[in-house]
């Protein structure tokens, strides 16, 4: 293992497998890079899961400015203006170059592609690939371009447990794999580990997606942004599975509606229906679960037997659980789906801190303020990924001397942090639930336990809530019903995460820690 690591001293390293991590890799070639993964390629990614698309303004009557103005209303005041222009304006190259990598979009008897409507989008501007299987097919062509490039070194099965510092700036990062662990010499390292529905026992993401990337850059001392910010999907599959199964936005997209076990539609008051933003739907839905109903995607009618050709992978899970979505109603319930927090970049993906560098559902760049835009995540990573290589590729890699290993910390496992993070930091929050979610996080993260980086992610989550005292997007808070007059981004630093969270433990006794 050392030798191994020892051969690729200096090189970028990339931190993380999906398609953030792959097309930064990519665009870096022909410079040596070295991308790691702790699972083998396209087994463990939230891209892989992705199923709706990419959002890009290729339609007639449409336009970059048309995608801008979506993405900003569906942001609540949060976006920054400049990002979004940004983004918007360069999803129709993000797709053409998906395609020369290799992925195939849907297109049309005369090679057009395909244009989906999904929630809070007023043009068709989701293109999307293999149906609903949009990720996997990324994951697919993306793979297999990386591997056949040469001066990528992917070593799978290593997980990052630390970034290493010197003066400020990164200078390595502590790796763990079965036969040892050894330390990556770099000046220059990319988190792009996803996200962190890990830490919800409802969540449409892999388990170990639990916010692994945001610990590393945080106790490196970096600034963290908008971290209150989680996107629950409101339709995931109601079933035993776990990650939860998602049954896409482009499914309501296409005329299915939500109705209860009276079949009634209980959405037919709400502005923009079943389509409106995916924090009006999830609440609405949450609230109906919590009158006793249960609630259902019904597709008969705008789809029936067609759901399997337009929809396979969704038909697949549903099948698998005994239930056919052409023919009846399905289950759902809303799930931790994405966080538009993260660590806090600019417009080239760097972090405050020297050296590091964070991008796809790990960074924080603005495009999504609020509440994320369906089917903008995949368009972000596209997009800032090749923003990062250029930032990376342009920066010396430095001749800070090779750290040595001091220890290896322990692998995380965020099974103690599940409970307090689901019952406190899920849709409907309370300061004081969230105070006592930090009084109990407090002692995991301050300790050198396996639970304290999903704990110190969880935490940062609790303070930046616990000071949001409004609700917008996202964030909905019951004892702050109301939206603040001024829109306000939050940053934090993990030490003064630990200071507020110090002064909320010494004002409560928290039940949740009692009851450990």
């Not at 043009?123 to 993306?142: F, P, Y």
């Not at 597709?299 to 050709?309: P, S």
């Not at 336990?449 to 949001?468: F, K, N, S, T």
Request: glycine share 12%.
């Amino acid at each position: 293992m050392s030798r191994q690591i020892g051969a690729l001293a200096g090189r970028p390293v990339i931190v993380g497998g999906g398609v953030a991590g792959l097309l930064t890799a990519l665009h870096l070639a022909p410079e040596p890079v070295v991308l790691i993964s702790k699972a083998p390629l396209a087994r463990e990614s939230s891209s892989l899961l992705a199923q709706g698309g990419i959002a890009a303004s290729l339609g007639p009557a449409d336009y970059p400015s048309l995608h801008a103005a979506d993405t900003i209303a569906a942001g609540d005041g949060l976006c920054d203006v400049e990002v979004v222009r940004h983004v918007s304006e360069a999803a129709s190259d993000a797709i053409e170059a998906l395609s020369r990598f290799g992925v195939r979009f849907d297109r049309d008897d005369e090679g057009a592609l395909l244009l989906g409507l999904e929630a809070a989008h007023n043009r068709r501007r989701i293109v999307h690939a293999a149906g609903d299987g949009t990720g996997g097919e990324l994951m697919r062509a993306l793979v297999a371009a990386v591997r056949r490039t040469p001066s990528i070194a992917v070593i799978e099965g290593v997980e990052a447990r630390r970034l290493v510092s010197h003066d400020g700036a990164v200078a390595g990062v502590v790796v763990a794999a079965p036969d040892g662990a050894a330390i990556l010499s770099t000046g220059r390292v990319v988190i792009a580990t996803g996200g962190i529905g890990g830490l919800f026992f409802d969540a449409t993401n892999p388990l170990s997606s639990f916010g692994q990337g945001l610990a590393l850059a945080a106790r490196a001392g970096a600034v963290l942004a908008d971290l209150e910010f989680i996107q629950f999907h409101p339709t995931a599959l109601d079933t035993p599975s776990r990650p939860m199964p998602l049954v896409s936005e482009a499914v309501r997209g296409e005329g299915a509606v939500l109705i209860d076990e009276k079949g009634r539609r209980f959405l037919a008051d709400v502005p923009g229906g079943e389509l409106a933003p995916r924090d009006v739907v999830a609440r609405a839905v949450t609230r109906h679960l919590a009158k006793g109903h249960r609630v259902f995607v019904d597709a008969r009618d705008c789809l029936g037997h067609a759901f399997a050709h337009r929809f396979p992978a969704i038909d697949a899970a549903c099948k698998a659980a005994g239930l056919d979505p052409g023919y009846q109603p399905v289950p759902i319930r809303p799930a931790a789906h994405y966080h538009m927090g993260g660590i806090a970049v600019d417009l080239v993906g760097r972090s405050s801190v020297e050296g590091l560098w964070a991008c796809g559902e790990a960074a924080c760049t603005g495009l999504h303020g609020a509440n994320r835009l369906a089917s903008n995540s995949l368009l972000e990573a596209v997009v800032f990924a090749r923003e990062v290589a250029q930032g990376v590729a342009g920066t010396e890699a430095g001749a800070n001397p090779p750290p040595a290993l001091a220890g290896l910390p322990p692998q995380p496992d965020p099974t103690a942090v599940r409970p307090i993070a689901s019952a406190a930091l899920g849709l409907a929050r309370s300061g004081q639930d969230m105070a006592e979610a930090a009084a109990a996080l407090l002692p995991i993260a301050s300790g050198d336990g396996r639970g304290a980086d999903p704990a110190i992610v969880a935490l940062m989550i609790a303070v930046a809530a616990w000071q949001r005292t409004e609700s917008r997007g996202a964030h909905f808070r019951a004892d702050f019903p109301a939206k603040a007059d001024a829109a306000r981004r939050t940053h934090l630093t993990l030490a003064q995460t630990l200071e507020a969270a110090g002064d909320l433990a010494a004002e409560i006794t928290p039940p949740l820690a009692r009851s450990a």
